[in-house]
């Protein structure tokens, strides 16, 4: 969601799309009306942005604990432009085709904003009482946000999270249902747990205008200002028929070129794939993608936006991708290409050094995880690979398993983005960086499959990691691509993706 008092149209969704935010700090029937107006007229609605939703601000003078006293609503910036009934407003929308969304805070927050010390708050002691009244309203979308900016690392583990855990859907009566109630901040659900709580989830911070907030599908900016090209990229039937895809799952990242650009994909539910490209150089230029770099040895490829088909030449495609720029393709008719085979080296085979020590994970299984840990910033704490092989060419392509779910410590403009900058220094002379992403929201589970191309010289290598500017992720192994005489020695297949 966006923040501050602001109106958004919403597409309704039941998975977990892209959000795409800015906000307005001024609302007033006139300016709440002449958006819902826009989206209308615009073809918005008639693309699917069909919820208009209004963001925080408007119930500040509600009971901090129980949030029963809703009269007090009379006295909110919402009341004061739209009238003292939002059944009013709600009409309006109606007559253009639009469902009404909240916002609400529903009191305190329970983690603490940059630089102040945690409230002294719980949970609502009658959550029922504060929500009812708004579905009574007659909303078909409501956010609750418990846990505004939070600081993401007291909400990274399972204990921590359960305050946030409260408002469980059996508290809610059978009128509730109807709407889609989405609880922000709650770091810890297990999977399964992910699935069946919220009704729309939220897998980034606060939505600000930046790449790295995600979740729902929201347009969030004055509608008046976006150009005709804008307005035809956010209604784009191919763009959102691959966001509302049945199948629901995410993309992947599936192959890193460093300083070069990254291959993300992931399935769609008629057994096609998308693929994003995103150029990280610093000049527009022709990139080359490979099948194989997706899986696959054969198929057709087309450009979502345009509908154009892409030109093959022995498996690779060419294409131009402007700075910093990306590419989103559909590929359909796809032959599966075999699996790569790498050779895992695990991190009791390196050095440790700086204070970096090995911890065992309890993650069910009978022989227990061992993980590198403690790389300190500025170069203090190093993990060192030796008899590295190479691989086929001047690149060995490398798969690394490792533990990331460090947030960024702050929700503002300048906040750092959700990946750790990680120097490997390869045969002690040549520094070479990668962006790891992101693994998962605990400490405790490894994320796999992460590839990276790295020039390693023939024969073998040493491949230092450590901690730049910051304290490095954690790491399990790394796995390096067999040369194919080496192929039917003992060999770990690594699936292409990020799980």
Known sequence: MASTPTQHGAMTVKRAPDGIPTSLLDVSVDNLKGQADLLATKGFAAAGYN???????WESSMDSNTGAAVTSHQQTAYSKGCGEKP???????????????????????????PHQKTPDV??????VDHITPLANWGLSYLSHRACDWEYPDIMQYPDQAAVLNYLGDDHFPNLLTHLKITRTGQWGYSPSENYCKPNSWKIADDTLDNWNSLSPLILSTDISQLTQEEINLLQNPAVLAINQDDLGKPITLRKRYPDDMDVWAGPLGDGSKVATIINWSDKDTQKTLKLEDLGFSSGY?????????????????????????????????GQ????????????????????AYIKQLNTGVKVATEVATGLKPKHKGGLLWKDIPSSLNDETLVSFEYIN?????????????????????????????LDFPISGKLWEKPSTGFLALLPLQDGLNTILIQGEGDWALDFVSLSVQQKLQEYFEST????FGML
């Open 51 to 57: 919820t208009f939703i209004i963001e925080c601000g």
């Open 87 to 113: 059944g009013k407003f709600l009409d309006y929308l109606k007559g253009k085709g639009l469902k009404l969304g909240l916002s609400t805070w529903g009191g305190p927050q329970l983690c603490p904003r």
């Open 122 to 127: 719980k949970p609502l002691e009658k959550p």
């Open 301 to 333: 490829l087309n450009e979502v936006l345009t509908g154009k088909p892409l030109q093959t030449l022995d498996g690779k495609y060419g294409f131009d991708v402007p700075v910093h720029g990306s590419l989103l393709v559909r590929i359909t008719e």
């Open 336 to 355: 599966l290409a075999p699996q790569p085979n790498f050779k895992r080296f695990p991190v009791k085979l390196a050095e440790l050094s700086g204070g």
């Open 405 to 433: 779910p460090q947030l960024s410590p702050e929700n503002m403009d300048n906040s750092k983005l959700n990946f750790k900058h990680v120097p490997l220094v390869i045969n002690n002379n040549q520094v070479f960086y």
């Open 492 to 495: 770990i297949p690594i699936p």
